[in-house]
């Protein structure tokens, strides 16, 4: 599976797309939507790169009014790195001084693969923008995110095919004390994600991110190992909804799982996208529907046997 559809709601607003300078449409409230800033991947001449529609965004919205912003795709984004854009949302800092929350990078597979999409280092980004409360990023190659302390911030998502251990470390290890809700897209070595559990070790611990109540640690080619790590991690007692979905998730990972600490406090447990029997899927309805957790087991998987005596599980996203 890949991205195929766009983001439609970001920061609790629909996302509206900015027209093109030939287009009569009647733009919406600044504070209203999410602005969506993109350009084609593949450009012809003519078409409008993303740098002059983003000045041309500046000059035709209340850009003190705005409040999120949604960068899509820019030209040759398997190529050109997203710093280019980095750099013109810092220089527009002092304009879009009500801006809660960035998305970089909402392309689908038909613009960029994930793992093709060419990232670079966010954190000036966030550190140019103190209010920001919300930030996701989309596409593992290239992305840096040494540590950092923010206290705005409140949601983060890192969306990869493969998330590098020192982009995991440099994540986990940040002083974010307001952060409440972290999704990290782990996938898979063969795109760079060669993270282990004990690189989540300051997250698992609980001592990082205090005010921390929904953790995803998602798409996962070690996902049995994740879910076992969990399972004793002090983090999960405090937590409201765990998200372990989307990665290659067996019975003995939620075996692990479940021997673990209680899970009953969680208000919501997702693992859909697994490859578990539904003897196993019963008994995790079992220990925690009754005790009102809602648990998603959709998108069960059948392991692929090439007859070689080789076994194949795949994540939900890699490429």
């Known amino acids: 599976m890949t991205v195929g559809t766009y983001l439609q709601e970001f920061h609790g607003l629909p996302v509206f797309d900015f027209p093109g300078a030939d287009a009569q449409v009647e ?37 003190g009014r705005v409040r999120a912003l949604v960068v899509g795709g820019w030209d040759e984004a398997y190529e050109n790195s997203s710093a280019d854009i980095v ?39 966030l550190a140019a923008y103190p209010a920001l409360r919300e930030f996701g990023v989309r596409g593992g190659s290239g992305l840096a995110f040494p540590s950092i302390r923010h206290t705005g911030l409140e949601t983060l998502v890192v969306e990869t095919g493969g998330l590098r251990a020192e982009v995991v470390r440099g994540i986990v290890g940040s002083d974010l004390p307001a952060l409440e809700n972290l999704e990290l897209w782990l996938g898979t070595d063969e795109y760079g994600g060669d993270s282990t559990v004990e690189d989540l070790a300051p997250l698992l611990s609980g001592t990082a991110f205090p005010a921390l109540r929904r953790l995803g640690l998602c798409d996962s080619v070690i996902q049995d190992a994740v879910a076992a790590a969990v399972a004793g991690a002090p983090v999960v007692a405090r937590l409201e909804r765990l998200d372990l979905s989307m990665g290659v998730l067996t019975d003995a990972g939620a075996a692990a799982l479940l021997d673990g600490q209680p899970l009953t406090h969680l208000a919501h447990l997702d693992l859909s996208h697994h490859y578990l029997s539904e003897a196993m899927c019963e008994r995790v309805r079992a220990a925690l529907v009754p005790y009102g957790v809602t648990v998603d087991l959709g998108d069960a998987q059948v392991a692929e046997d090439d007859g070689d005596g080789d076994v194949w599980r795949y994540v939900a996203v890699a490429e």
């Open 27 to 63: 733009l919406p409230a600044p504070e209203s939507v999410a602005w969506r800033i993109s350009a084609p991947t593949y450009s012809d001449p003519g078409d409008e790169l993303w740098g002059p529609q983003f000045e041309r965004f500046l000059k035709t919205v209340d850009t």
């Open 87 to 125: 750099t013109a949302l810092i220089g527009a800092n002092n304009r879009l001084t009500a801006l809660e929350a960035v998305f970089l990078g909402d392309m689908t597979s038909e613009d960029c693969e994930i793992s093709w999409i060419v990232q670079s280092d966010v954190t000036p980004l």
